[in-house]
């Protein structure tokens, strides 16, 4: 362990050496925060769990620093812990192996693995291969800490819990925040975009976050183990969440969570898949041959989501005639489209969407919100975010990544046994959680900041940790 240590002291003092070489380079402002980095290295290098675990309390509580200047989006305190995590857990790696080698077989971290290949190809081939490689690098300090060194610290089932208990508690904590400020304006629908300010952009991200909370709180809260005090706590946290939710004025994030319930009921009633695709393919074709009739019936909604009823903000969901948020969104899927198709094999690269969509947009599609700057949200999708920027290709493996997670936690789920009601649960709780983000991901894009990577990230590590523990277990019993 002295030689751990000595290795951690040599990284954090080189990670300080850079840090503060990157402060004095921006006018000095930032150095009141030299003390901090100095307390949170010796956290890293001494209370290395603790302090990992940390990271889910202090993520809903971060501030992108390009909110107060005019220097690149830097989320903190969390990216430059992450990114500190990532090269001490490299170093450590290499220098005293940890890592549990059957990860590298697991089919979430083959498709992750060989989607970020294809990205360091797609960004050689960029319009902006600066751009592509630092959203390549953004993304690697997620997923290389949680995703990957995540499954040593989520082997032990209270790390999982803890893990998602300060996600939780951190994220009701910014959602009281967000209700108290958003009580002097009247709970306005207006307001309700930005009163979560600094600590999420929009009402969107936090109406997406919230949501991602609600079925993990609602898993612990029915846990049989969980003491009398932690069941009145989390049932509070429950009601912190719903309502934040509600006033969020998302309508998304409200969809997620209803289409997440019922994929939530197939998985416990075991509905057969091959049953699913069947009935999905009917309904497409019924949709393409009824495509006119819907066209008509779309035409003639006129529900605004200014309205500030519930029911009535649910319809404008589907309006596609005068909603400027709907149309904008139209507006963004349309030029990735357009993107796709004069680049379609490799895109235009990682992180370029909003570089690049600008001549891409049609006149007839231009709304009251449009923009050519990128600076309203980015291609408002992650799977038209991948077509555009890194082609066909990137598209099929990041869908092959969202197959292989919902894949491995459903297997998971069904081979663990009754008796582990705790864990059940809380796969169950993972599994809808995780779909209320990826269904929201058709219509929002969020996996470039930490309030969404460092959840799904970590959720993700937590389902390969205990897939290696089941399977310990029926060899065991083999």
């Known amino acids: 362990m002295a030689g751990v240590n000595k290795i951690g002291l040599l990284i954090g003092a080189v990670a300080l050496a850079v840090l503060f070489g990157l402060l004095n380079a921006m006018n000095l402002e930032y150095l009141g925060f030299f003390p901090i980095a100095l307390l949170f290295i010796y956290l890293a290098i001494f209370e290395t769990e603790k302090f990992f675990l940390s990271i889910a309390f202090l993520t809903p509580l971060s501030v992108n620093i390009e909110e107060y200047t005019d220097s690149f989006?830097?989320?903190?305190?969390?990216?430059?812990?992450?990114?500190?995590?990532?090269?001490?857990?490299?170093f450590l790696q290499i220098r005293i192996p940890f890592l549990d080698k059957r990860i590298w077989k697991n089919p979430i971290v083959i498709c992750v693995l060989v989607y970020l290949f294809w990205l360091i190809i797609t960004s050689i081939t960029s319009t902006d291969p600066i751009v592509s490689f630092k959203s390549i690098l953004a993304r690697l300090w997620f997923i290389i800490p949680l995703l990957v060194f995540g499954t040593h610290f989520f082997?032990?089932?209270?790390?999982?819990?803890?893990?998602?208990?300060?996600?939780?508690?951190?994220?009701?904590?910014?959602?009281?925040?967000?209700?108290?400020?958003?009580?002097?304006?009247?709970?306005?629908?207006?307001?309700?975009?930005?009163?979560?300010?600094?600590?999420?952009?929009?009402?969107?991200?936090?109406?997406?976050?919230?949501?991602?909370?609600?079925?993990?709180?609602?898993?612990l809260l029915n846990q049989k183990g969980s003491p009398p005090l932690s069941k009145a706590v989390l049932i509070l946290l429950n009601s912190i969440l719903i309502t934040g939710l509600i006033f969020s004025y998302t309508r998304?994030?409200?969809?997620?969570?209803?289409?997440?319930?019922?994929?939530?009921?197939?998985?416990?009633?075991?509905?057969?898949?091959?049953?699913?695709?069947?009935?999905?393919?009917?309904?497409?074709?019924?949709?393409?041959?009824?495509?006119?009739?819907?066209?008509?019936?779309?035409?003639?909604?006129?529900?605004?989501?200014?309205?500030?009823?519930?029911?009535e903000k649910i319809q404008s969901a589907a309006n596609v005639t005068t909603d400027a948020s709907n149309l904008e969104r139209i507006n963004r899927w349309d030029c990735a489209y357009q993107m796709f198709k004069q680049r379609p094999v490799l895109g235009f690269g990682p992180g370029t969407y909003a570089f690049e969509y600008a001549p891409f947009q049609d006149p007839?599609?231009?709304?009251?919100?449009?923009?050519?700057?990128?600076?309203?949200?980015?291609?408002?999708?992650?799977?038209?975010?991948?077509?555009?920027?890194?082609?066909?290709?990137?598209?099929?493996?990041?869908?092959?990544?969202?197959?292989?997670?919902?894949?491995?936690?459903?297997?998971l789920y069904y081979k663990t046994p009754s008796h582990e009601n705790d864990i059940k649960l809380l796969i169950m709780g993972i599994i809808i959680s995780l779909?209320?983000?990826?269904?929201?991901?058709?219509?929002?894009?969020?996996?470039?900041?930490?309030?969404?990577?460092v959840p799904i990230w970590a959720m993700c590590a937590m389902i390969i940790a205990m897939s290696l523990k089941a399977n310990d277990q029926s060899i065991v019993q083999d």
């Open 73 to 90: 989006g830097l989320f903190l305190p969390t990216e430059p812990l992450l990114f500190g995590l990532m090269i001490f857990f490299l």
């Open 364 to 411: 007839e599609n231009l709304t009251i919100i449009s923009t050519n700057f990128g600076d309203m949200g980015n291609a408002h999708s992650e799977y038209l975010s991948a077509l555009s920027e890194s082609g066909f290709i990137g598209l099929l493996l990041f869908i092959s990544i969202v197959a292989s997670i919902f894949t491995c936690a459903i297997k």
């Open 252 to 311: 998304a994030a409200w969809l997620s969570v209803f289409c997440a319930g019922i994929i939530g009921l197939l998985v416990y009633f075991r509905v057969n898949f091959k049953l699913l695709l069947g009935l999905g393919l009917a309904l497409g074709f019924i949709i393409y041959a009824q495509w006119d009739n819907i066209q008509l019936v779309l035409a003639k909604n006129k529900h605004e989501h200014t309205t500030e009823a519930f029911e």
């Open 155 to 219: 082997k032990k089932h209270e790390n999982r819990v803890v893990f998602l208990w300060l996600f939780i508690v951190s994220c009701s904590l910014v959602v009281c925040f967000t209700l108290i400020h958003h009580s002097i304006y009247g709970f306005g629908e207006e307001e309700g975009h930005w009163v979560m300010w600094p600590f999420f952009k929009d009402h969107t991200i936090y109406g997406a976050t919230v949501a991602l909370c609600l079925p993990i709180s609602l898993a």
């Open 435 to 453: 779909s209320t983000y990826f269904i929201h991901a058709f219509l929002n894009n969020y996996l470039d900041t930490d309030k969404a990577a």
